[in-house]
Structure formats: C-alpha cells, structure tokens
C-alpha cells in the first residue's frame, strides 16, 4: 500500500497506508500568512442529471448523486430523523477535499441527499467523527444541538466540534478548536462522542493509527476534555497489523450483563485477501479504562470484502444500529461507477450472543427493511425481479450445498455451504462481473456460520452491484460488491432440494 501525499496551501501531508486515489482540486485563494492559515475553496462540480438507474447504480443503499464517498460519519437520530453525513468530495469522483456531506431519513431506507454540511477550513480537511444531541445545553450551543465532533486533518490531525441548531443542515463551528490538541501524533483521528448515564459525562473514543490504539477522553461539556487512558492490544498480535481507524465504544447486554464493546476499523490485516474490515473487543470500562475481557482477537464485525468505517449511530436508546462503507482500502480508488463513487450498506443492528464460549457480534439488517419489502413468493430459477431483491433459502447442514445466482450474461455469483466445516465459501473472483482492480478478485471469502443447529437460514440481500448475506438470526454477515452486467436475476441450486422464497426491495429513489 502506498502512502497518499497531498497538498494545502504551501503544506505536504501525507495519509499513510490508504489507498484511495487524491484529487486535487483544493484551491488555495490566499497564500498562507503564518503558519497553516491557508484560506480554502472547494468549486463544487456542476450538478450532473440523474435518475439513478446508471449501470450498477444502488437501488436500496445510498449513494450520493454524484462523486467520491468514503466513510459514514456522525449518524445520529434526532427528532424522528436519521441524520447520516460521510466523507465526501464536492468537486470530483477522486478522494479529496475531505468535507461531509449530508442525507436525512425517515426510516432509514430512503435517503434525501441535504446541502455539504462541513467544508475545510484553515485546520484542514474535515475528516471522519460523529454527532450527539446535546439535550441538556452541556456545550452552551442550545437545549437539543447537535454537536459533530471530527478530526480536522492538517499539518496534525486534531479533534474539533461545531454545532447545530436548525437540526443538523447547517453548522457552525466552534472558535476555539481545535478541542483537542495534537503537535506529536501521526494518525489521530475519528472521533466517536458518547453520552454516559453510568458515569455521567462525555466520553471521546478516537484512533491512533500506526499506533494500534485507541484515545479515551471525557468531557462535561464536550469542550474541555480530559485524557482518561490508552487502549491498546499489543499481545494480540493479529489486531496490530493495518492502520487503526475509525473506533466506536458502545454498550450492549451480554447474558444479561452489560458489556461495553469497542469496535476498530483497520486498514490491512483482513483475515480473507489482506485489506480492510472491522474488529471488535468485548469488555468492561471503569470510566477511565477499557479492559478487553480475554478472548482469541482479533474478532471480526463480519467477514465479507466490503464493509468498512462501520460505525453506530447515536441517540438510539438502546439499540445499535450501525452502517458502513461498502467498499475496502484495497481498491476502493478502482471503484468503476460513475457519476457516484461508492456506497454505504444496508444497515444493521447489533446484538451480543454466547457462541462457543465466545462474544458473538451479530448483525442483522434493521428491521425498518420492511418499509420497502414486498411479498415473499417461492423462488423459481428465473427470480423475476427488477430492482434489488431478498432471497431466503433455508439449509440443511447434513451435506454441502451450492448456491448460485447468475444473469443472461453468464455472470455467475457462487455460494458454497460446507456443511463438514459450517462455513460459507463465496466464490467473489472473476467470474461475478466486471472488476478493474488486481486486488478484487477472490475466489475463496470464507465466513462462519457459527451454529451448531443442522439448519440454518441464509438471507441474501441483492442490489444492482453489491451481494450481502446473513443468516437469518445474523449469526454470520458477509458484504461484498460485485459488478456483474445486470442484476443476478437467476438462481441455481446443487446439492440439495430446497425451498427458497424471494420478495422485491422496491427503489428508494
Ligand atoms: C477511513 C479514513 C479515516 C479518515 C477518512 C479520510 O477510511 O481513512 O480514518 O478520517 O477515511 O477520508
């Protein structure tokens, strides 16, 4: 992988170990004065037409209207609204001119792409972070703002906030920050800001890449913060091997206990092909420190190909729903679509479950799913669909299965169910499509299907250019893009006699 170096104002920086192709678009109106001061437009490119039905165009995940998309960045939920900003480039289809976009919905389904909600400024571009609803005016910006608090990535990458409060449209950013400070660190980025009802404040959870570890920081009114601890896995050694990104801390019930769970991003080490994905650490926090309970980690949020930044929205009660970039560090430059580049996933909610003396993160696709699902109907060879669909396909784990979904072009999209090792083999090489990256193709993405039940339930989530599987109980969850010429519209089964049933996901656009 090779370093990135880009440019602002008279200063280099570079990003390391990322691959995603810069732009480079930022235009400097002002030579720097002193130090970093340099003043920043971003010409937003012109409004290209669309209907959303470009080849390989999502139908049910949200895509831009046009241009680079990389991470989810501070989802949150406020006043029956699911607020989701991300990575995003106003000027062109490249990484670059790293500012957040914005869509709103209702449902978490149906997306309505809102004005850029944050543009660099004279500390940089304005990296991954998150948002929280400040309901008791703890930061003085008003009852119920939203805050975002991101990495403002310059000369160093800092932790900064701004504040909304017409409902997270616009944002205003706030005139002391950075809030926290950085002259020593490489990579120190994306911040995570949860409230705490056990410890009543603020906690920060943030990324120290090349480092492999995490920042804890608290705060009583998301201004002022405090260093609480580091986190780190140095025995682990399977967890140090990429860049750490993009972390989350949560809570979830385990066995009737609650567990804080902290989840890491990082960008090399991906047990299928050696890029990118999530791991996560299940444990306690003192409210300083974050002791992972013992387990054989690295454990991974799922193990398909293209999954990653997932993090969780906040102000969900006690739910945990998260989405993430479906795309992978390895290639995510070659993505071959345009006027958009990239998507998110389908979002899903997260829950803990005991599997073999193990803390399972299960993902399941959020239920809201319902709000564009049709009839189920038995599936037939020819699926007879349109624009995304769900197909069900309950299996015996007594012998091997394969299953396979295809289209009149002779792409051919193959899932093998080895029942000896309870895992899923999916066949994700070149066959599936189109591809225009070396690294893309893999024949053997292999998941756990992680039951001793002799059946189990596989949901398959199919769109335009993109294949996500889960068991039905979300015991195992694997993303992964595909190009193929159309839609896989037809379905091959060998190995044994099932009963699959199919239903339409209609259009969200
Ligand atoms: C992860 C990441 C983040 C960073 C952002 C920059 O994909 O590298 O660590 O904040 O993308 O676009």
Known sequence: MKPIIYYLGAVALTLASCTKEADTIIEVVKEPEAGLQAQLQIVPSPEIATDYREQWRPQIHFTPRQNWINDPNGMVYADGTWHL?????????????????????PDLFHWTEQPVALL????????????????????????????????????????????????GMTFTKYEGNPVIKNTSHGDYRDPKVF???????WYMIFALGGEHSAQIWKSDNLKEWKLCSTFSVGSYVGCNQGVW???????LDYKGEKKYVVTVNVSGGFPNGGGSGTMYFVGSFDGRRFIADRYS?????????????????????DRRICIGWMNNQLYSGNYPCSPWRSSMTLPR?????????IPLLRNVIAPEIECIAGEWRAASPALGIADA?????????????????GNAAGDEYEVK???TNRRLIIDRGGRTGSYSAREFPLTNVCGSLNTTADEVVLEFYVDQSSVEITTADGSLCMSTLVFPATIYDRLNIEGQNLSPKVRDLSRIW
């Open 85 to 105: 900003y991300y990575q995003y480039n106003p000027s062109g289809q490249n990484w670059g001119n790293m500012s957040w976009g914005h869509a709103t919905s």
């Open 120 to 167: 660099p400024d004279e500390l940089g571009y304005i990296y991954s972070g998150s948002a929280v609803v400040d309901k008791n005016n703890s930061a003085g910006f008003g009852a119920g703002a939203l805050v975002a608090i991101y990495t403002a990535h310059g000369v160093n990458e800092q932790q900064c906030i701004a504040y909304s409060t017409d409902g």
């Open 195 to 201: 409230w705490s009802d056990d410890y009543g404040c």
């Open 245 to 251: 990104e993009c972390t989350d801390m949560f809570t």
């Open 297 to 317: 980690y690295p454990l991974w949020q799922e193990l398909g190909l293209d999954n990653y930044a997932s993090v969780t929205w906040s102000n969900t009660g």
């Open 349 to 357: 909610e997260l829950s803990l479950v005991e599997y073999e003396g």
């Open 389 to 405: 669909y769900q197909l069900e396909v309950p299996v015996s784990l007594s012998s091997d299965c394969v299953i396979t979904l």
């Open 417 to 419: 169910v080895d029942a």
